[in-house]
């Protein structure tokens, strides 16, 4: 009857067009109005009406919505941007959208399949994108939710809000009617994300499981991988998994914690946060005598660290900026100590031999350079220098370590290196962002984006660049990531041969690449491969890049940090992202003092050590600041390193410096450790000066008897 009717109906609705009238879409016939339909100013700009045949296309924020002639929603298209036109003229439906600081173009295939989109579609990581569909279902009132559902049943956050109220009113058969359609959508996978949240708080924990499921499958299809680092940010807005796992935690619901943890751990293991979320949920399981499943999460959150920096985990930038902050304090702690100690020893002396030359401080500007053959230092021997040269050099490696971990973590944690995937408007255009400096580890980034977005021609050529940058380097060998992937684009096109000889080539470059052997058929056991199989099945597998080479990527080497700037030595003192001004300048100071202490390597000394004695105060202070008395021998070194390190570490008790991720000395073990230590310093050192000391006073006894 249905049928007989549309046929009636169709001569009558050949010339109906679709207009809008601010935001009400109007669909006429002449002057008759057959429907109409208001959207909410919430929802977004309004772009169309584009009318092609009996079918209206009309944009709606990221969306695009397909109407039959009788008003009822034919299909719905999720877009990566608000859309801002769409165009009909080339004989199929071309949409354009508008992100930030970039536009995109996408073609809509048939409506009577759903207006598949034929370019690879990337969710940027933006809640006004990812949860537009949400946003829309809570925005109906709940007396309309009927007639929403009706209007659009491609909604399935709509749905869900139905099976509630029916959850309410006692009528399970509708309930369980309204969440298989709700499950029936199709959607991207931070929507699907969104949806199993509020099933699961709804109390349908298996439909939010299936969901779950579907998130995991469309997120594959779109590109995304384990491998790729996901930032807390981006990861809030593709649902928030883990802050739902937070919630389950509080209410001690492990069994879906368990549920929700699986699906980071397959999709997103290396989150933001993910290693001590792991950590914790283990914690609750071994509360609970269930010591296997406990060891395994730990086993498995220890695998993440490799191909991190140093191997110390995802937030290993933390740590090795830590390390570099206690290197520096323990450093600029000898240093000074030294400087005390010499100048002790030297200040009587001194202050003799530039008498002459008008006073201590007035012959700096009256006879300055005989004044600068009597500086401190020029009374030290040429052991003790060249230890405070050694220090300093030590110094400009802290700061400029700490410079370049500040650098580097800023870079690993980009927006466009953390959103799970590369590639797309989104992240192509945060990636020129980050001016990635030129090296074979940025064309293996630009030759992926280019591969997950089909542009097969542009990747191909960027792993080419890669390999010749490579090739240039001295000692460099092929990049075996980019043969990897060129096997895979050989492949893809249909060269079995060439691909496996690339795959073989990869492997013999790097035995542990696990992208290669999984597409030599080796089956290798990486949770990346076992995330191809089971959802990429058939499909060979992409190399990315790890940590290390992100940071290649991002800042090069201390070495290239370091050489940069020597080279641009104004440019420390920029506020440039990742870099302090204040730290660039404390790196141009510690430029200066090496300098300055290297030159004095060239002036004569000025006094022996029989002139210059060993005064009381330099003795009182050979006994507070171990080692720096002892500079001329190899036992000086160790304990002024040791002292100034154990007093860096233990520098977080007041409360002006803190080395968050690398210790605590508030803990009671780690303090009464460096105490242990600092008693033992100064009690060798006590040793030492006491034999120092009879030494000198039998030498001078000595002296005294020849005489």
Same mark, same amino acid.
């Given at each position: 009857?249905?049928?007989?009717?549309?046929?009636?109906?169709?001569?009558a609705?050949?010339?109906?067009?679709?207009?809008?009238?601010?935001?009400?879409?109007?669909y006429?016939?002449?002057?008759?109005?057959l429907?109409?339909?208001?959207?909410?100013?919430?929802?977004?700009?309004?772009?169309?009406?584009?009318?092609?045949?009996?079918?209206?296309?009309?944009?709606?924020?990221p969306?695009?919505?397909?109407?039959?002639?009788?008003?009822?929603v034919q299909?719905?298209?999720?877009?990566?941007?608000?859309?801002?036109?769409?165009?009909?003229?080339?004989?199929?439906v071309?949409v354009?959208?508008?992100?930030?600081?970039y536009?995109?173009?996408?073609?809509l295939?048939?409506?009577?399949?759903?207006?598949?989109v034929?370019e690879?579609?990337?969710?940027?990581?933006?809640?006004?994108?990812?949860?537009?569909?949400?946003?829309?279902?809570?925005?109906?009132?709940?007396?309309?939710?009927?007639?929403?559902?009706?209007?659009?049943?491609?909604n399935?956050?709509?749905?869900?809000?139905?099976?509630n109220?029916?959850?309410?009113?006692?009528?399970?058969?509708?309930?369980?009617?309204?969440?298989?359609?709700?499950l029936?959508?199709?959607?991207?996978?931070?929507?699907?994300?969104?949806?199993?949240?509020?099933?699961?708080?709804?109390?349908?924990?298996?439909?939010?499981n299936?969901?779950?499921?579907?998130?995991?499958?469309?997120?594959?299809?779109?590109?995304?991988?384990?491998?790729?680092?996901?930032?807390?940010?981006?990861?809030?807005?593709?649902?928030?998994?883990?802050?739902?796992?937070?919630?389950?935690?509080?209410?001690?619901?492990l069994?879906r914690?368990?549920?929700w943890?699986?699906?980071l751990?397959?999709?997103?293991?290396?989150?933001e946060?993910?290693?001590?979320?792991?950590?914790?949920?283990a914690?609750?399981?071994e509360?609970?005598?269930?010591?296997?499943?406990?060891?395994?999460?730990?086993?498995?959150?220890?695998?993440?660290r490799?191909g991190?920096?140093?191997?110390l985990?995802p937030?290993?930038?933390?740590?090795?900026?830590?390390?570099?902050?206690?290197?520096?304090l323990?450093?600029?702690?000898?240093?000074?100590?030294?400087?005390?100690?010499?100048?002790?020893?030297?200040?009587?002396?001194?202050?003799?031999?530039?008498?002459?030359?008008?006073?201590?401080?007035?012959?700096?500007?009256?006879?300055?350079?005989?004044?600068?053959?009597?500086?401190?230092?020029?009374?030290?021997?040429?052991?003790?220098?060249?230890?405070?040269?050694?220090?300093?050099?030590?110094l400009?490696?802290a700061?400029?370590?700490?410079?370049?971990t500040?650098?580097?973590?800023?870079?690993?944690?980009?927006?466009?290196?953390t959103?799970?995937?590369?590639?797309?408007?989104?992240?192509t !255009?945060? @990636? #020129? $962002?980050?001016?990635?400096?030129?090296?074979?580890?940025? +064309?293996? *980034?630009? &030759?992926l984006? %280019?591969? =997950?977005?089909?542009?097969?021609?542009v990747?191909?050529?960027?792993?080419?660049r890669?390999?010749?940058?490579r090739?240039?380097?001295?000692?460099?060998?092929?990049?075996?990531?980019?043969?990897?992937n060129?096997?895979?684009?050989?492949?893809?096109?249909?060269?079995?041969?060439?691909?496996r000889?690339?795959?073989r080539?990869?492997l013999?470059?790097?035995?542990d690449?696990?992208?290669?052997?999984?597409?030599?058929g080796?089956?290798?056991?990486?949770?990346?491969?076992?995330?191809?199989?089971?959802?990429?099945p058939?499909?060979?597998?992409?190399?990315?890049?790890?940590?290390?080479?992100?940071?290649?990527?991002v800042?090069?080497?201390?070495s290239?940090?370091l050489?940069?700037?020597?080279?641009?030595p104004? !440019?420390? @003192? #920029? $506020?440039?992202?990742?870099?302090?001004?204040?730290?660039? +300048?404390? *790196?141009? &100071?510690?430029? %200066?003092? =090496?300098a300055?202490?290297?030159?004095?390597?060239?002036?004569?000394r000025?006094?022996?050590?029989?002139?210059?004695?060993?005064?009381?105060?330099?003795?009182?202070l050979?006994?507070?600041?171990?080692?720096?008395?002892l500079?001329?021998?190899?036992?000086?070194?160790?304990l002024?390193?040791?002292?100034?390190?154990?007093?860096?570490a233990?520098?977080?008790?007041?409360?002006?410096?803190?080395?968050a991720?690398?210790?605590?000395p508030?803990?009671?073990t780690?303090?009464?450790l460096?105490?242990?230590?600092?008693?033992?310093?100064?009690?060798?050192?006590t040793l030492?000066?006491?034999?120092?000391?009879?030494?000198?006073?039998?030498?001078?006894?000595?002296?005294?008897?020849?005489?």
């Amino acid at each position: 009857m249905s049928g007989l009717f549309a046929l009636l109906t169709l001569p009558a609705l050949a010339g109906a067009d679709a207009v809008l009238e601010g935001r009400t879409l109007r669909y006429e016939d002449g002057p008759r109005l057959l429907w109409q339909r208001t959207y909410p100013a919430a929802l977004g700009d309004l772009t169309g009406p584009l009318n092609v045949g009996n079918l209206t296309y009309l944009g709606v924020g990221p969306q695009v919505y397909v109407l039959n002639a009788d008003s009822t929603v034919q299909a719905r298209v999720d877009l990566p941007g608000m859309v801002t036109s769409l165009d009909a003229s080339s004989g199929t439906v071309r949409v354009t959208t508008q992100g930030d600081g970039y536009t995109e173009r996408f073609t809509l295939g048939d409506a009577a399949q759903g207006a598949p989109v034929q370019e690879r579609v990337v969710p940027p990581p933006n809640p006004e994108i990812t949860g537009w569909l949400a946003r829309a279902a809570d925005a109906v009132p709940q007396a309309q939710l009927a007639q929403a559902g009706a209007q659009d049943p491609t909604n399935p956050f709509t749905a869900l809000r139905q099976a509630n109220l029916a959850n309410i009113q006692g009528d399970t058969f509708s309930a369980l009617s309204a969440v298989r359609r709700a499950l029936s959508a199709q959607m991207p996978f931070p929507a699907w994300v969104m949806l199993a949240a509020r099933l699961d708080s709804a109390g349908f924990p298996a439909a939010a499981n299936l969901a779950l499921d579907r998130a995991k499958r469309d997120a594959a299809e779109r590109g995304f991988d384990p491998e790729i680092s996901v930032s807390r940010a981006t990861l809030s807005a593709y649902g928030n998994p883990s802050g739902y796992v937070g919630t389950l935690l509080a209410q001690n619901r492990l069994t879906r914690v368990g549920a929700w943890l699986a699906y980071l751990r397959e999709l997103h293991p290396r989150f933001e946060g993910g290693p001590a979320l792991y950590l914790r949920y283990a914690d609750l399981l071994e509360a609970q005598g269930r010591g296997g499943e406990a060891e395994e999460w730990r086993q498995f959150t220890r695998t993440l660290r490799a191909g991190t920096l140093y191997n110390l985990g995802p937030d290993g930038t933390g740590q090795v900026r830590d390390a570099a902050r206690l290197v520096t304090l323990a450093l600029l702690l000898a240093l000074a100590a030294s400087f005390a100690a010499l100048v002790a020893r030297a200040w009587r002396v001194q202050g003799e031999d530039t008498r002459p030359l008008g006073g201590r401080w007035r012959s700096v500007l009256r006879r300055p350079l005989s004044r600068a053959r009597r500086n401190t230092l020029a009374y030290a021997s040429f052991g003790e220098r060249l230890v405070l040269v050694t220090l300093a050099l030590g110094l400009v490696a802290a700061v400029g370590g700490w410079q370049w971990t500040n650098h580097t973590g800023q870079g690993l944690r980009a927006a466009a290196l953390t959103s799970g995937t590369y590639g797309g408007g989104w992240v192509t !255009a945060r @990636l #020129s $962002d980050l001016n990635l400096r030129p090296s074979p580890d940025a +064309a293996l *980034l630009a &030759g992926l984006s %280019a591969q =997950l977005d089909g542009d097969d021609s542009v990747a191909r050529a960027q792993y080419t660049r890669a390999q010749d940058t490579r090739a240039q380097t001295a000692g460099a060998g092929p990049d075996a990531c980019a043969l990897n992937n060129l096997g895979v684009i050989a492949a893809q096109r249909g060269d079995v041969p060439q691909s496996r000889e690339s795959y073989r080539a990869a492997l013999a470059i790097r035995p542990d690449l696990a992208a290669a052997a999984f597409n030599l058929g080796l089956n290798p056991g990486t949770p990346g491969t076992a995330f191809q199989q089971q959802y990429r099945p058939g499909q060979p597998r992409l190399c990315y890049p790890d940590q290390r080479s992100l940071a290649r990527a991002v800042s090069g080497d201390l070495s290239v940090t370091l050489r940069r700037d020597l080279a641009q030595p104004l !440019a420390l @003192l #920029s $506020d440039a992202p990742g870099q302090s001004a204040r730290l660039g +300048a404390a *790196l141009l &100071g510690a430029l %200066a003092l =090496l300098a300055a202490i290297a030159f004095t390597l060239l002036i004569p000394r000025a006094a022996t050590d029989a002139r210059l004695r060993r005064p009381a105060v330099y003795r009182v202070l050979a006994l507070l600041l171990p080692g720096a008395a002892l500079l001329e021998g190899a036992w000086g070194g160790v304990l002024l390193l040791a002292w100034g390190a154990t007093l860096a570490a233990l520098a977080p008790l007041t409360g002006l410096i803190a080395y968050a991720q690398l210790l605590d000395p508030a803990q009671i073990t780690t303090r009464n450790l460096l105490l242990a230590v600092l008693i033992g310093v100064y009690a060798l050192n006590t040793l030492v000066f006491a034999l120092i000391e009879l030494r000198h006073a039998r030498s001078t006894r000595r002296e005294r008897a020849e005489r």
